[in-house]
């Protein structure tokens, strides 16, 4: 939409201002009248509103008329009452609101103000679009509004037979209504007779009415500098000029309200969704879209669905817990570890050059026995159904956004969105639309996005490598600290010291080095934040949606790299290219690559994933639990004491929190980071399912408590999906079938022990008479004679009177024709793993086009 002409604005004084939204050059700009509203003639004859005392009404959710509703409240801090010596200032931010305030009466809008209770300093301007102007810019931003009740039959559900069952976790009925449904149809003013207008009062519910005087109040000028308008409330909050602007909440959450008008949808919310005692009952998503709008409401729809998923992974990831718990003292290969003839007389050779020492392999039994847990049978056939069960999870919640699309009518969303204002603000450039052959405005041209979009990537690939540069400490750390603790560690060779059984090298590495890779991961976040916002916001997309989907990939892009560098090291590039002990990999030409314990890096993997996952809920739950209660709290403790409740609604909303610009995308973000541990690495780590559910199902009402106790009413936005967070989902699903099945092949021991077992634990190969896993740790490590070192100085000298040491790989032993180099079970192995991801990637694409054909079966 253009922008709307305004008649009074201010010159500029000439002093520069600070704002940050962009400005309308006027010549530029192709004027749209509003019929109805007045004008005024001279730029000083500026329209006020009127003062009025508070009527001692506190739920009042009207003007002091009790007829007039209140549909926005902007909040400033009076100038004349200000305790500073910037008179000049004070007095320009007050001539920029008078004539905004004006502006707003010459649209049409009613404006009413109150001054604070608890702080005199505070006016509260209370907002009220008439009849006229609703209808006007409803018209405007294509809302679809009621034509007639919809009197269709709703299917009846396969489940139906299980209502009994389910009643318990339904929302109770009688405390909230069902929302009656209409056929609808975008609003037109010449043909308002053909819908359904019982009550002009009600035709146009309280989420609507937001939404348009938000729109109203993001396009009013207030000044023109140097023939370019400044316009917009988010400018004029962002400089100071208005304190805060929001809707009101309908009433207290906590009692309903006194106002038997009122309809107390937020007590409700708060009653049956966000109390602990709700917990175990299902969302009221059609109330969350009503009041909060159908953005929230989609999105508290997702991660409900994404929630009752998990539950059947938690179940099936607990079982293969279990199974490989009950089964670790069955592992035949970790017995041979802590077996004191077999492990305790295995010498391994050093790890490091000159500091470390040879050690037994004994003293790996406790770490073998854990690694039994989730290196088994059951992590194999898990692995399997993760991939069966994202597939699933993304179909079937394609199916219910469809469904949610129909019952919340945004299936035409995209013809009713607008631009954005800071768009709006920057189109001076004309150019002729290819398609319809009209002219129309853009904010560059093409050479200038070319040039915007060089600089964005280039600053994303910047941060990429920042991250990359910090993965690449944390080696170097790791590489020279595994150094310090196995020359500081105890190195008795029985392994009966109760700490060396417990903190080897090898675990201490892994702990601290997860834990400063967290501090750092937390860090960068911090900072990428709002670096990405400062570069989406010079990228200039044109619409709110287009504004969240640029930022979206950004930050995910980032916040992957960031997130899932470490464990990527770990699964797939730790202990693979570290040559052998005579002929080591050196990293940097200076240290020696890292190795594995002798049953893998796969324990490493689960170590790292619960640290970050552990830690990521933590923090996150500190952020958005405690700090916006600490605030509240603050504040409360800094008004009066028990004036509280008699506080008109909007003094009372003022002193919450605000909600910020994006919304709930970090919610989302933190959603689909947990969703990529969750699928990613599931092979290493089979109960990460279960602490996402529980995370999730507090997290639910986390969020719940927080927008119905905490924090300001947000401006209700519709939305017709998840947005690009689907795509999101669908490229991690992709990727997750890929790093599950590379676990599986290249960080578990799972393909090396099954190639054991059916070929070489029997003739031709072993000498065992029937297949067996006895004598697989001797046949899996490698002999190495400490006298063939190739370097110009053995680092082994003078460590102890060893003639050869073990090494985890599968080579030839010294004396063979082809010593040191890889054996046949290698190769054996290489192929088994290669047929295994095979395998994987084609039961993915088989099971992909089984679910469409079925679809495609129920459809006809």
């Not at 089964?327 to 010498?347: A, F, L, Y």
């Not at 639910?700 to 795509?727: C, F, H, N, S």
């Not at 022990?753 to 004598?775: A, I, N, Q």
């Amino acid at each position: 939409m253009q922008m709307m002409t305004r008649d009074v604005l201010l010159e500029r004084e000439l002093e520069d201002d600070d704002d940050e939204d962009g400005d309308i050059v006027l010549e530029n700009l192709e004027q749209r009248s509003v019929s109805g509203f007045g004008t005024l003639g001279s730029q000083q004859d500026f329209q006020t509103p009127e003062f009025e005392e508070f009527n001692g009404k506190p739920d009042s959710l009207f003007f002091n008329d009790g007829q007039r509703r209140i549909d926005f409240v902007l909040v400033y801090e009076d100038e004349r009452r200000k305790e500073t010596n910037k008179k000049g200032s004070n007095e320009k931010q007050r001539r920029k609101r008078q004539a905004y305030e004006s502006n707003l009466i010459c649209d049409g809008l009613q404006l009413e103000a109150t001054r604070s209770l608890l702080d005199d300093k505070l006016v509260f301007v209370k907002v009220h679009a008439p009849w006229e102007v609703l209808c006007t810019y409803a018209e405007i931003m294509h809302i679809k509004l009621p034509l007639k009740p919809n009197d269709l039959k709703t299917r009846s559900s396969a489940f139906d037979n299980f209502n009994w069952f389910t009643k318990v976790l339904q929302v109770d009925e009688s405390i909230i209504k069902p929302e009656q449904e209409f056929f609808t149809a975008p609003f037109e003013k010449n043909r308002m007779n053909d819908f359904y207008i019982q009550d002009r009062d009600t035709f146009f519910n309280p989420a609507t009415r937001s939404r348009i005087v938000y729109f109203i109040l993001s396009r009013v000028n207030y000044q023109v500098v140097n023939n370019v308008k400044k316009f917009g409330i988010n400018r004029l909050v962002s400089s100071g000029i208005y304190k805060a602007a929001f809707p009101l909440h309908d009433c207290n959450f906590s009692r309903q309200s006194e106002d038997l008008s009122c309809p107390n949808e937020r007590y409700l919310l708060y009653r049956e969704w966000a109390h602990p005692r709700s917990i175990y009952k299902k969302q009221p998503l059609d109330l969350i879209r009503k009041y909060y709008g159908e953005k929230i409401g989609i999105y508290f729809a997702w991660l409900g669905y994404y929630t009752q998923m998990l539950l059947l992974a938690a179940v099936v990831g607990v079982a293969c817990f279990l199974y490989g718990y009950f089964n670790q003292n069955n592992c035949t290969w970790s017995k041979e570890v802590c077996d004191p003839n077999i492990g305790g007389k295995i010498i391994m050779c050093p790890q490091c050059d000159k500091l470390c020492s040879f050690w037994n392999l004994s003293i790996t039994c406790e770490s073998s026995k854990k690694l039994c847990i989730f290196d088994s049978f059951g992590t194999l056939v898990f692995a399997v159904f993760m991939g069966v069960w994202v597939t699933l999870f993304l179909e079937f919640w394609k199916r219910r956004q469809a469904e949610l699309e129909y019952e919340w009518d945004t299936v035409e969303l995209q013809q009713e969105e607008q631009a954005r204002p800071e768009y709006e603000a920057q189109c001076t450039h004309v150019v002729i639309n290819e398609i319809t052959q009209e002219e129309e405005r853009v904010p560059f041209t093409t050479w200038g996005k070319c040039i915007r979009i060089t600089l964005c990537a280039s600053a994303v690939f910047f941060w990429i490598l920042l991250i990359i540069a910090s993965v690449i400490g944390i080696i170097v750390y790791r590489l020279s600290v595994f150094i310090v603790f196995s020359a500081k560690l105890p190195k008795n060779l029985n392994g009966t010291d109760p700490i060396q059984k417990y903190l080897t090298p090898q675990t201490a590495t892994s702990i601290t080095a997860s834990l400063i890779s967290f501090i750092i991961i937390m860090i960068l976040n911090t900072i990428y934040e709002k670096v990405a916002i400062v570069i989406t916001n010079f990228e200039l997309p044109r619409t709110q949606t287009d504004y969240e989907n640029s930022l979206t990939m950004k930050m995910f892009l980032f916040q992957f790299v960031n997130y899932y560098s470490s464990c990527f090291y770990i699964a797939f590039f730790k202990g693979k290219f570290v040559g052998y002990p005579g002929d080591p990999v050196y990293w940097l030409g200076k240290y020696r690559n890292e190795e594995c314990d002798p049953g893998g890096c796969l324990l490493e993997l689960t170590t790292q994933l619960t640290i970050i996952m552990g830690g990521k809920a933590i923090w996150n739950n500190i952020q958005e639990v405690l700090l916006p209660w600490i605030m509240n709290l603050i504040g409360r403790c800094r008004t009066v004491s028990g004036a509280e409740m008699r506080t008109p609604r909007w003094e009372q909303d003022y002193h919450l929190q605000p909600m910020g610009k994006l919304g709930l995308f970090y919610e989302y973000l933190e959603m689909i980071i947990q969703f990529g541990f969750v699928t990613l690495f599931v092979a290493s780590f089979p109960l990460a399912p279960l602490l996402a559910l529980v995370n999730n199902i507090l997290e639910i009402r986390v969020d719940a408590w927080k927008l119905t106790t905490q924090y300001r009413r947000m401006v209700p936005e519709k939305a017709q999906d998840i947005g690009a967070w689907q795509p999101i989902m669908q490229g991690i699903a992709i990727l997750a079938v890929v790093t599950n099945a590379m676990i599986i092949a290249f960080t578990s021991d799972m393909i090396p022990r099954l190639v054991y077992y059916w070929s070489f634990s029997v003739p031709p190969y072993g000498d065992h008479p029937h297949y067996t896993m006895e004598g697989y740790i001797n046949n899996t490590l490698s002999y190495y004679r400490v006298a063939d070192f190739r370097g110009r100085e053995n680092p082994y000298t003078g460590l102890g009177n060893y003639t050869t040491c073990r090494y985890r790989d599968f080579r030839n032993p010294p004396g063979h024709p082809q010593e040191y180099k890889h054996n046949i079970y290698y190769w054996h192995v290489i192929a088994a793993k290669l047929a295994f991801i095979i395998v994987m990637e084609v039961r993915k694409a088989y099971l992909a086009i089984l679910y469409k054909a079925v679809c495609l079966q129920a459809f006809y």
